[in-house]
């Protein structure tokens, strides 16, 4: 590329002085970045005493008002029949043991019957329509999660699939959403139906799976058979993944209650890690208001193991039940009973609760004979998270869509991440796309050690098959990929190949026919003179994943653009604050002997806080950009 550079106002002016005057912007306009919350105690499942969860991105509790905290209870009598003429002086709820007063009480009756007594529901049309028909009251929500890989093909998948057969076709109501999902189900393939037939059909197609282990369902089934923990293991944690990706999806589709309806004989193999996946599915699924029902499909012949626990744990605190019977029928029959009636309770803590702490809710009926269940608690904000997340939200609704999605790639200020991940597409020398993936240990929070990372395992995978599957070692792997959206799949392990990591993302390489293009900037991190030095005299140095950085660090960024028209493109870059509002230009300059354009750009002088490096190139009436976010943590 012999583009027109254009360095920053005034021409000959240096990096050195834009960062100055850069800091006479931002140091009093950027305020330091929130502290997480303080991590949680453990809440423990069956599992006694398992630690507290590992990842703390969580739904918002769920809530009525700024302090009402809205619990839904589903109360049965002895048969196992919704009781209805309960009133608010028969409830007694309690918060970490203390009883709250109720200041909000509503029943709510959903027979998946249409209303004013017409006997047509609309069919689903579309994934939009189905959201908008989820988020009404009258509506109820199922979602059918077949464990494949905890299934045996043979009596427990037989007898599963007829029973659900029966189940699709008779005990849903009209109006009533239902879906599946099985492991590898991605969260976007649910579809929501309200069609007998094609649930039949989706029954007739399941497949119990357990210890069956060719021939596989996708490329990264492939990789499970090469993994060095064991393949019973990762389908566990898969299993376990997609839950919680259900639960948390469930969530955004209404307030109200949801039910997952759990077929499985229970996951195995998970050794340490089975406390931490258990209750950070169950926190999960109480912030969203899902309860999980288990039916284990073996029945009373079932082995009454540790596995029988699990599914119990899942059951009981969500609020739900977990069923061990031969009567599946009956037994799944009283999953849409107890979800066609339930009260709505609400209370505003005679506490505080602003303290990112886990709270135990139990509610109890006065009345005898009767059982209540309600999900087991929920997560509470501290003041700075309501604070930021309202600051956040009205930051974002004004941004433009490429900032919003530059924004959305820095890791959240809570996260756990033992890695970070960097994806960059480019042209190779012989003309064809090419990804260059690379991972960067993330440094841990103060006071906590670092889990050693021994190395990763990515699989990448487009419409027309595998691109790429091995092992990506510190300095990166680059291989060739056809134009189009490419998934990948990174999972980060430590010296006893543990996975303690994965990554998942999706990005598009470009058509190399595009007549102007940006490859991906890559950030080179330099922390003194001598790693500066180096950096310059290395043409291909190993990019930094991580997009975090000390204002002690100086940054080369180097690019190129591509195409038929980048022939005398010209090329410009600025720096943005974190709401895409400009602060200076930047100087660009040509490296001698290859195509790539690089920017110096020292963070002495920059403040705390999140920015963006804006790219642009134009040629005539075409312009293109690459937006690069960055945060300066210290």
Wanted: net charge neutral; charged share 25%; glycine share 8%.
């Amino acid at each position: 590329m012999a583009g027109h550079l254009v360095q920053a106002r005034g021409g000959s002016t240096t990096i050195a002085i834009a960062a100055c005057a850069l800091a006479l912007v931002t140091l009093c306009a950027q305020s330091p970045p929130a502290q997480p919350p303080s991590q949680p105690p453990s809440q423990p499942p069956a599992p006694q005493n398992p630690p507290a969860p590992t990842d703390p991105q969580r739904p918002p509790p769920i809530r009525t008002g700024a302090e009402l905290v809205r619990v839904d209870a589903t109360v049965i009598d002895r048969k196992g029949l919704p009781v209805h003429e309960l009133t608010a002086d028969d409830f007694e709820i309690q918060e970490d043991d203390v009883t709250q007063a109720i200041s909000s009480f509503k029943f709510v009756a959903v027979t998946g019957q249409p209303p004013d007594g017409n006997e047509l529901s609309l069919p689903i049309r579309s994934r939009e329509h189905a959201a908008a028909e989820a988020s009404r009251d009258d509506v109820r929500v199922f979602l059918i999660f077949w464990d494949e890989y905890h299934i045996n093909r043979l009596s427990s998948a037989l007898y599963g699939r007829e029973y659900l057969m029966k189940f699709v076709r008779n005990a849903f109501g009209p109006t009533d959403l239902v879906a599946f999902m099985d492991p590898l189900t991605p969260i976007e393939a649910i579809r929501f139906t309200r069609d007998r037939l094609e649930l039949g059909e989706k029954v007739r197609a399941l497949q119990g799976r357990s210890g069956i282990y060719s021939p596989v369902r996708s490329v990264l089934e492939e990789a499970h058979m090469y993994a060095r923990e064991g393949v019973e293991r990762i389908r566990s944690q898969v299993t376990l993944s997609a839950l919680k990706s259900a639960a948390v999806h469930l969530g955004t589709l209404r307030q109200g209650r949801k039910a997952i309806i759990l077929i499985s004989e229970g996951m195995r193999g998970l050794g340490r890690d089975e406390p931490n996946m258990i209750n950070d599915l169950i926190q999960s699924a109480n912030d969203s208001n899902t309860a999980i029902y288990t039916l284990n499909p073996l029945g009373l012949t079932m082995n009454r193991s540790g596995r029988f626990d699990m599914l119990q744990a899942l059951a009981t605190e969500t609020g739900a039940e977990s069923f061990t019977t031969n009567d599946f029928d009956r037994a799944l029959r009283r999953v849409v009973t107890q979800s066609s009636a339930y009260y709505l309770l609400g209370y505003a803590p005679s506490q505080r609760t602003l303290d990112g702490k886990f709270h135990r809710i139990k509610v109890k009926v006065k009345r005898s004979g009767l059982e209540v269940r309600a999900r087991a608690g929920y997560w509470a904000p501290t003041i700075r998270d309501m604070q930021r997340a309202t600051k956040e939200k009205e930051e974002v609704s004004n941004l433009p869509p490429a900032v919003a999605q530059a924004l959305s790639e820095l890791t959240p200020a809570a996260s756990h991440r033992t890695v970070d991940v960097w994806v960059g597409t480019s042209l190779g020398p012989e003309g064809r796309p090419q990804v260059r993936v690379v991972w960067t240990p993330r440094e841990p929070e103060t006071g906590e050690a670092a889990e050693p990372i021994a190395g990763a395992i990515a699989v990448a995978t487009s419409a027309s098959g595998q691109a790429f599957d091995g092992e990506v070692t510190r300095e990166g792997v680059t291989f060739e990929a056809p134009p189009g959206h490419l998934q990948i799949s990174l999972a980060a392990r430590n010296g006893a190949g543990e996975v303690i990591d994965r990554h998942t993302r999706t990005v598009t390489v470009p058509d190399p026919a595009t007549g102007l293009w940006i490859g991906s900037p890559a950030i080179i991190r330099t922390t003194n003179a001598l790693e500066l030095r180096a950096a310059r005299n290395e043409p291909s140095a190993t990019p930094s994943a991580s997009r975090e950085f000390a204002r002690s660090d100086r940054l080369l960024i180097r690019f190129t653009v591509h195409g038929s028209d980048s022939e005398g493109a010209t090329v410009t870059a600025r720096l943005l604050n974190g709401r895409g509002g400009f602060l200076t230009n930047l100087t660009l300059v040509r490296r001698p002997n290859v195509a790539e354009t690089e920017i110096d750009l020292p963070l002495t002088s920059v403040a705390r806080g999140d920015y963006l490096i804006s790219i642009q190139a134009s040629q005539g009436v075409k312009q293109v950009e690459a937006v690069l976010p960055m945060r300066v943590v210290r």
